[in-house]
């Protein structure tokens, strides 16, 4: 028996070969008929493949934000939604970061280009909307988001800090206001001042660039009474420029009282427009962030001078809330006051609303490309306002994207940087009053402030720290 099965095993191999041999005939046979398909049926099935290829790729190297990880909530709050901008010759390609591997796909025609083999494409950043965007820079360089008193390297310029917010409740503005005035004293200059309340500030700023010498705020307030904080009513005259303009006031006041008491001292001071001496204008409405046509909002129908109510019945004084009745004022927006009065540029704009500044920042949005000087008031003790919620840093991030530097406003006459040396504490995050100051970087004035900022000589070394 065992020599007949060993007869037979040449056999047996030859068999087991033949089904082998048959096997990979088949499945040959297959593969072509697959790849006879794929070309059979176009280009659909390569894009599908190189669809999963590319699919693959950013599976196995995805792209991860790190800005959500490191840049504070308040600040993304504070810039403006800029859409994606990516160039026309990549809008077809792969998000940035990602990268697809050439596939095979049908052999082009003869006639047609040589291809050009694929690289890795990156979409690049949108660019900015002010190209001389600085933003917010802490004084602490070890610990940018998160202040300690631990602090062991300090940006050079902040080193010299003579005050903080709480020493800026009535800033000594004659010490700079005097100065720009120098620098440039052309008189057709225009000012906005929201909340003007008796319109001191608007007298000043009108007596510091009026070259006919009418406007004196020492007369004003043998009138009105004065002022919270009893400005020095001195102020020296502007140098003389041979213009015949004339500068320009628009005071913006809620209160009904006080803006019928400021038409009355505008006739009891002799100001009749036909004198050419230069221009007061009282708009009795309520300035925020947006405002439809014919819109109303209640205020306080306080006595006249009362500067401490708000809009809906807000009072800066807690001990005053709900002592007065409330009226129907005109609801506005600062831009679109610019846009009703054809007001051709803003060179001033002065804000005091109680706690409601940063609402009517943010309805000022165009006005603030062609303003030149700020003033604001920070109020963020006062509950039910703008204030409240919202935080110092967003609102000066914000202004730096408008290529403002701003600054606590010193009652010493100096100034600190905001921009530059801001501290994430309770310093520079104040819940009292506090005023500050801005000015368009590379302006003639901007000079000016920096030379009454301590340490902003050593401006230079920063931007080498930086490199």
């Known amino acids: 028996m065992i020599k007949n099965c060993k007869s037979l095993l040449p056999v047996w191999t030859l068999l087991l070969g033949l089904c082998v041999g048959f096997l990979l005939a088949i499945q040959r046979q297959d593969s072509v008929q697959s ?3 794929c070309f059979g049926q176009g280009s659909g099935q390569s894009n599908a493949a190189a669809s999963v290829v590319a699919e693959r790729e950013q599976k196995s190297n995805p792209v991860q934000s790190v800005a959500a990880a490191t840049v504070p909530a308040d600040v993304v709050a504070a810039l403006p939604a800029t859409p994606a901008v990516v160039p026309e010759q990549v809008q077809s390609q ?9 596939v095979d796909v049908q052999a082009p025609a003869a006639d047609a280009p040589e291809p050009v083999q694929s690289q890795p494409t990156t979409v690049p950043e949108p660019p900015s909307l002010y190209p001389d965007f600085m933003g917010v820079e802490f004084r602490c360089l070890d610990e940018p988001f998160k202040y300690e008193r631990g602090c062991k390297k300090i940006r050079p310029r902040c080193k010299k800090r003579p005050f903080g917010p709480g020493n800026t409740n009535c800033p000594k503005d004659n010490e700079w206001l005097s100065r ?3 620098a440039d004293p052309h008189p057709g200059k225009i000012i906005l001042n929201v909340g003007c309340n008796t319109a001191i500030d608007s007298i000043k700023m009108l007596q ?4 006919r010498k009418f406007w ?3 007369n004003w307030e043998r009138y009105s009474g004065g002022d919270f904080c009893h400005s020095s009513p001195d102020l020296p005259r502007p140098p003389v420029v041979d213009s015949t303009d004339v500068p320009r006031a628009i005071c913006v006041e809620a209160v009904p009282q006080t803006v019928r008491k400021v038409d009355r001292l505008i006739k009891q001071v002799g100001y009749r427009e036909n004198m050419h001496v230069g221009l007061l204008e009282t708009v009795h409405a309520a300035a925020s962030d947006i405002a439809s046509f014919g819109e109303t909002v209640p205020f306080v129908d306080a006595p006249p001078g009362y500067e401490q109510g708000g809009i809906g019945g807000g009072n800066s004084n807690a001990g005053a809330r709900g002592k007065f009745k409330l009226v129907q004022v005109p609801k506005k927006t600062v831009d679109g006051l610019v846009d009703e009065l054809k007001l051709p540029k803003v060179d001033m704009l002065i804000i005091d609303t109680e706690g409601h500044d940063p609402a009517v920042l943010w309805g000022a949005q165009k006005t603030l490309d062609k303003v030149r000087y700020l ?3 920070v109020h963020r003790d006062v509950k039910g306002t703008t204030w409240e919620n ?5 609102v000066v991030e914000m202004l730096s994207r408008k290529g403002f530097d701003c600054y606590w406003a010193g009652v010493t006459g100096k100034l600190v940087s905001i921009t530059h040396c801001f501290e994430r504490d309770e310093l520079h995050e104040p819940r009292g009053m506090a005023n500050a100051v801005c000015v368009k970087r590379r302006d003639v004035w901007w ?3 920096e030379s009454l900022c301590p340490g902003a000589e050593h401006a230079s070394e920063d931007t080498d720290n930086k490199k």
């Not at 792969?94 to 050439?102: E, F, I, Q, R």
């Not at 919202?390 to 967003?394: C, P």
């Open 180 to 182: 720009i005035v120098k």
């Open 390 to 394: 919202t935080t110092v840093f967003s």
């Open 447 to 449: 000079k000016v402030m």
């Open 94 to 102: 792969p998000m940035a970061g990602t990268s697809v591997g050439p």
């Open 375 to 377: 003033e604001f008031e």
């Open 35 to 37: 790849l006879m398909s």
């Open 216 to 218: 004196s705020l020492r």
């Open 208 to 211: 510091y660039f009026d070259q």
